[in-house]
């Protein structure tokens, strides 16, 4: 632990702003709720701050995990050794400017997705319906291209800021089309933070009515499948079009709907999700995805690919 006090004191002294946690326990920032304590837990407050931090980690050789929103991540019980880095202050949100229907919008990427839709809602701003309800942060989103009711975040895409971890200099980056793929992102490639995102929306497509219907709808679908119910990360595995079901299809027809180990369980309701009943731990949820692989590949022949991220 001495160490993590030398680098604490190391931060303080370099000036660093933003919240330092100790012992924090992750389950608290994931919305899986399992995770063990990290010894130091960050939130800048701005770039700055976040650059400041990156320095003293590098100049201590000090692990570090950059978290989003927590959706689509399980920490270990034990605990992360090293420091967290919540992206989570860097939650700006504005209009950038206008060409006839198209608003661009500039935004930090802990914003989360919840805070996106709502602005999009307000400056009656057409395009982001589809992630309504969804949980999790725009950098998340954008680092696993997240696709929601035939919507992926690469649709919105204009271009981005990020930090490269391999020079730690600030980058600026315009992706192609191609650069994108199905739960593919450009971000996946090297090392990255993302720290801002400039998005296309549409104005004038529709009335504020239409897009609170239309929000609502989404939301109201993700309710009706159960994802509220219980903790977890929504689906597990990507569905995979070469497969001829979705992966939540060929679970259930492998027999495992409802199968459990601990208190992590397929859930009831939806073979693509897994459920914490309520004290599950990354092994009961490492081990369920395993078998679920192993048991889909033998009746199919296809290997799924699971989407969650596992944090030792």
């Known amino acids: 632990m001495e160490d993590y006090k030398t680098f604490v004191q190391k931060l303080k002294n370099a000036a660093f702003?933003?919240?330092?946690?100790?012992?924090?326990?992750?389950?608290?920032?994931?919305?899986?709720?399992?995770?063990?304590?990290?010894?130091?837990?960050?939130?800048?407050?701005?770039?700055?701050?976040?650059?400041?931090a990156l320095s003293v980690l590098k100049a201590q050789g000090m692990p570090f995990f950059v978290l989003g929103g927590g959706s689509n991540v399980v920490f270990c019980d034990s605990g992360y050794r090293g420091c967290v880095l919540s992206l989570s202050k860097l939650n700006h949100i504005s209009?950038?400017?206008?060409?006839?229907?198209?608003?661009?919008?500039?935004?930090?990427?802990?914003?989360?997705?919840?805070?996106f839709v709502n602005f999009c809602l307000e400056n009656e701003l057409s395009g982001a319906e589809q992630f309504a309800g969804l949980p999790g942060s725009l950098g998340g989103a954008y680092y696993m291209n997240a696709r929601c009711f035939d919507r992926s975040a690469s649709d919105l895409f204009v271009d981005a800021y990020y930090i490269d971890l391999e020079t730690y200099t600030e980058e600026y980056i315009s992706y192609k089309a191609e650069d994108w793929d199905y739960k593919v992102s450009p971000f996946q490639k090297g090392k990255k933070i993302i720290l801002q995102?400039?998005?296309r929306l549409e104005k004038n497509k529709k009335t504020k009515e239409q897009l609170l219907s239309d929000c609502k709808h989404y939301t109201e679908e993700r309710v009706s499948k159960g994802h509220f119910k219980y903790p977890s990360a929504g689906s597990v595995f990507k569905n995979n079009h070469d497969f001829g079901a979705p992966s939540g299809k060929l679970i259930d027809d492998a027999g495992l709907k409802g199968y459990q180990i601990g208190q992590a369980q397929i859930a009831p309701f939806h073979g693509n999700f897994i459920i914490n009943l309520g004290?599950?731990?990354?092994?009961?949820?490492?081990s369920l995805v395993q078998l679920?692989?192993?048991?889909?590949?033998?009746?199919?022949g296809f290997s799924l690919e699971p989407e969650i991220i596992f944090v030792e």
């Open 17 to 52: 702003e933003g919240d330092i946690l100790l012992n924090e326990k992750m389950s608290k920032h994931t919305t899986f709720k399992i995770g063990g304590e990290v010894p130091v837990f960050l939130a800048p407050k701005d770039v700055d701050a976040l650059i400041t």
């Open 95 to 115: 209009i950038l400017g206008q060409e006839e229907d198209s608003v661009f919008v500039t935004c930090g990427s802990g914003a989360t997705m919840a805070q």
């Open 197 to 199: 995102l400039n998005l």
């Open 279 to 286: 004290g599950a731990t990354q092994k009961d949820v490492k």
């Open 292 to 300: 679920t692989v192993n048991t889909v590949r033998e009746k199919t």
